[in-house]
C-alpha cells in the first residue's frame, strides 16, 4: 500500500536559517504530494502541492520538487521566521477516485528568536 | 467564506457509549472525508462520501464505526461500545469537483472532533 516517511523530530532553529524537512513515499502509479501545516491551535492547512514528476510547488517561501527518481517530496525553506513554527505533514494522494490522502507522521518545527 | 466545521470540538465519554461526531462541509463541496489522528501521528482515512453515498470505507477499523450524510451535505461519524483505544482527533475534510467529475487534489480540513474515551 501507499505510505509516507518524513524525518524525526523535532526540529529546532534559530529566526533566519535553512530549513529541510525530508519526505519519501511508496506509491503505485502517479501520486500527487502535498505538505500540510497545522500551526498551535489551528486545524491543517494544505502548503504546497505537486501533482507530477519534476513539479515544484511553493508557497509563503516553503518549496518542494517532486522527484520521482527518488520518490521525494523534501521541503525547503531560505530562511525560517518564528511564525513558521508548526507541525509539517508530507502527504500522498493516489489518483484513484477517492482521492483520499496519506500522510507522514508530522515533525514538529520550532523556530527561536 | 465559511470553512469546514465541525461539532463538539470535545467529547469525553465512557468505555462502551456511542458517540456521534458531525461535519459540516464548505457549501457546494460534494466530496466528503474523515480521517483520525491519534497522538502523534498523522492522519489516518477512514471514509469518503461522493454525495449522499459512502463511495470509499476501506478505512473504517471495524464494525462499530458508521457514517452517514443523508442529504449529501452534513455528515455523522457514528462510533458504538467506545473502546479507550478509540481516544484520537477525528477530522472531517471537504473538496469540491474537479473538471473530470472526481474530487479536485486540494482538500480542506475542519477544526476536528477530540474524543476521549476514559
Known amino acids: 500500500g501507499n505510505s509516507v516517511t518524513q524525518m524525526e523530530g523535532p526540529v529546532t532553529l534559530s529566526e533566519e536559517a535553512f530549513l529541510t524537512i525530508n519526505c519519501t513515499y511508496t506509491?503505485?502509479?502517479?501520486?500527487?504530494l502535498f505538505w500540510y501545516v497545522q500551526y498551535p491551535g489551528e486545524g491543517l492547512q494544505l502548503l504546497l502541492k505537486?501533482?507530477?514528476?519534476?513539479d515544484k510547488g511553493s508557497n509563503k517561501g516553503f518549496e518542494a520538487t517532486y522527484r520521482k527518481e527518488t520518490t521525494s517530496f523534501h521541503l525547503e525553506k531560505g530562511s525560517v521566521q518564528v511564525s513558521d513554527s508548526a507541525v509539517y505533514f508530507c502527504a500522498l494522494s493516489d489518483n484513484t477516485a477517492a482521492r483520499k490522502l496519506t500522510f507522514g507522521k508530522g515533525i514538529t518545527l520550532s523556530v527561536r528568536p | 467564506g465559511a470553512g469546514v466545521s465541525q461539532t463538539p470540538s470535545n467529547k469525553v465519554t465512557e468505555k462502551g457509549k456511542y458517540v456521534e461526531l458531525r461535519c459540516d462541509p464548505i457549501s457546494g463541496h460534494t466530496a466528503l472525508y474523515w480521517y483520525r489522528q491519534s497522538l502523534g501521528q498523522g492522519p489516518e482515512f477512514l471514509i469518503y462520501?461522493?454525495?449522499?453515498?459512502?463511495?470509499?470505507d476501506s478505512g473504517l477499523p471495524n464494525d462499530r464505526f458508521f457514517a452517514v450524510r443523508p442529504e449529501g451535505s452534513v455528515s455523522t461519524l457514528k462510533i458504538q461500545r467506545t473502546e479507550r483505544g478509540d481516544s484520537a482527533v477525528y477530522l472531517c475534510?471537504?473538496?469540491?469537483?474537479?473538471?473530470?467529475?472526481?474530487?479536485?487534489?486540494?482538500?480542506?480540513f475542519g477544526p476536528g472532533t477530540r474524543l476521549t474515551v476514559l
Open positions: 462520501f461522493q454525495g449522499t453515498g459512502a463511495a470509499d
Open positions: 505537486a501533482t507530477k514528476a519534476d
Open positions: 475534510a471537504s473538496s469540491s469537483l474537479g473538471l473530470a467529475g472526481g474530487p479536485r487534489n486540494e482538500q480542506f
Open positions: 506509491a503505485t502509479g502517479y501520486p500527487s
